[in-house]
């Protein structure tokens, strides 16, 4: 039997009410007290005075399906407060693995000299059990099934493909899936009607699952793309999940104002609404994401070959300018570049990479793209502050990364991820509730989780209370920072002491511990 006291500490509950000064007694993987005075001290102490617990942070949304099985310490997430993550998402998860698919992600595997040991989402929960030092709910990904089943062109799916996806994510509920993503501004989500993503949804419903959507647009059909997302929800009769909410680009500035009164008529007419976001002006995807829809159907390998045509290269230079002309090609930055690619770009502006190589804006692109064989990630500056703010105060807001688990040393420390994957959970309490005061701590705490267990309906987690699981997290509200730049994103942020995953520390002292009580969280025994 394990035995922890968590002594003297500013107990934030989870709840939003007011902290309270108090002990927490753990045993084994659950909160046995939680006492204003101290009880009969036994098994370790640890003085937690003019220090805040919290419960563990829940990441809303996350890209760890495969770097969890590179690296299981999940560093950059469990040092920044998280203990669990919600995964596939955007359309993309581990599993279920159909068709090519199964090839496409047996690659990651070999790149970390690993065979893939899964193949359905059963599998897939079974493989990550007692390698992972945070906790994962997990969705099945609307591309990958769809990639896998119908393949990467842009043909609509036909009436047994669409039978077949069904079935699969029906298999997939009953293992333990939290419900479907889709990425609707990404092939094979953008060539997908409107009726096929409500036909597969309403596969999840028997199942109380979730839609967890990024819109088909953020920009200039944002709107039209948030009345998308509803309707899909209430058409198959489930909770809607809006991803990372924002409005991109600075001709759209202001659209927020308009999403969230639709969203709020929505609630108010009795739809289960909420959404994500994380705290940053830049975004982060595939530099591919450019190119028109058209573009990149059929996948990389004829999207290359397009790239390669003068004749339709014109064509693409024409859709991408009018667009990107709005936009600025200043705001748009390399992230990470292939593994033969030129690491001395990563970071640069598109525009900049340009003025050296002494050619126009779109060139750079697509020779950036060719260089890198369409494996280029871009960082774009897209986002207002107004905006960021409004979407943060909307009460059904949630906390996400947006950002697969990551590490400054091993397997995973290469490249140039956003500043996000380290730093989003510090942010939030260092710069909008410590420093612009938007809302109180208490507030903050309950939407990263009490709050965010609630909207996933998980049982006995997300609160500090007696019986539930020991998730927490004991930090400094007075210090807490991110250190994670665009520049120099592997940093672990300041301020976060211990975090404990099912009563077991796994951060302290700024070092992973080396315990992996990190479970999947199957969502049928959970809620």
């Known amino acids: 039997m394990h035995r922890y006291t968590i002594a003297n500490a500013n107990i934030i509950d989870g709840t939003n009410r007011a902290k309270y000064r108090g002990f927490v007694t753990i045993v084994d993987d659950r909160i046995e007290s939680v006492s204003p005075t101290a009880p009969i001290l036994t098994g370790h102490v640890m003085d937690a005075e003019g220090l805040a617990l919290t419960p563990g942070f829940i990441d809303m949304h996350s890209h760890s399906d495969l770097t969890l099985f590179a690296d299981g310490r999940a560093v950059s997430k469990i040092s920044q407060g998280i203990t669990t993550e919600v995964i596939g998402q955007c359309g993309i998860s581990g599993a279920p693995l159909f068709g090519h698919m199964q090839a496409e992600v047996e690659k990651f595997f070999k790149r970390h000299m690993m065979s893939r040991p899964y193949q359905n989402m059963a599998e897939y ?23 896998g089943v119908v393949g990467e062109g842009d043909a609509p799916a036909s009436d047994r493909e669409v039978q077949t996806m069904q079935s699969a994510i029906i298999e997939a509920m009953k293992a333990g899936a939290l419900g479907l993503s889709t990425g609707l501004i990404y092939p094979p989500g ?50 809607v999940q809006l991803s990372h909410h924002k409005a991109m680009g600075p001709h759209n500035w202001g659209k927020t104002i308009t999403t969230l009164d639709i969203i709020g008529q929505a609630v108010e007419a009795g739809q289960d609404v909420y959404l994500d976001q994380y705290p940053y002006l830049a975004s982060a995807t595939t530099l591919s994401a450019l190119l028109p829809d058209w573009a990149l159907a059929g996948g990389p390998e004829k999207t290359l070959k397009r790239l390669k045509n003068p004749e339709i290269l014109s064509k693409i230079r024409d859709d991408t300018e009018k667009k990107e002309s709005r ?23 598109v525009a900049d990479i340009a003025s050296q190589r002494g050619i126009l804006p779109f060139d750079a692109l697509i020779q950036i793209l060719l260089e890198n064989q369409m494996q280029v990630s871009m960082i774009r500056f897209g986002m207002g502050d107004d905006d960021v703010k409004r979407v943060f105060l909307y009460p059904r807001t949630l906390i996400g990364t947006d950002g697969g688990a990551v590490a400054p040393d091993g397997p995973l420390s290469h490249g140039n991820p956003h ?15 410590r420093d612009k ?91």
């Open 419 to 433: 500043p996000r994957t380290y730093g989003t959970f510090p942010r939030v309490l260092a710069e909008f509730v």
């Open 190 to 239: 953008c060539y997908t009607t409107t009726d096929e993503v409500v036909a597969l949804t309403k596969a999840i419903a028997p199942f109380h699952g979730l839609y967890f959507s990024h819109l088909r647009n953020e920009g200039d059909t944002l709107v039209e793309a948030v009345q998308e997302a509803l309707d899909i929800g209430r058409r198959a009769q489930v909770g």
């Open 327 to 349: 936009f600025g090609w200043n705001r748009t930055h390399i992230g990470t570049v292939s593994e033969n690619g030129d690491k001395r770009i990563q970071g640069l502006s």
């Open 437 to 527: 005061q938007w809302v109180e701590f208490e507030e903050a705490i309950y939407r990263m989780t009490g709050l965010a267990a609630t909207r996933l309906r998980l049982r006995q987690r997300g609160l500090i209370k007696p019986g539930y699981v020991a998730d927490l997290v004991l930090l400094d509200p007075d210090i807490i920072q991110d250190r994670a730049t665009f520049a120099e994103p592997h940093q672990t942020s300041r301020g976060i002491y211990s975090v404990y995953v099912n009563g077991r520390p796994v951060w302290k002292n700024d070092k992973h511990t080396g315990e992996f009580p990190g479970r999947p969280l199957k969502y049928f025994q959970e809620r």
């Open 125 to 147: 929960f079974e493989a990550l059990t007692g390698k992972i030092s945070v906790n994962v709910l997990a969705l099945i990904g609307h591309g990958t099934l769809r990639r």
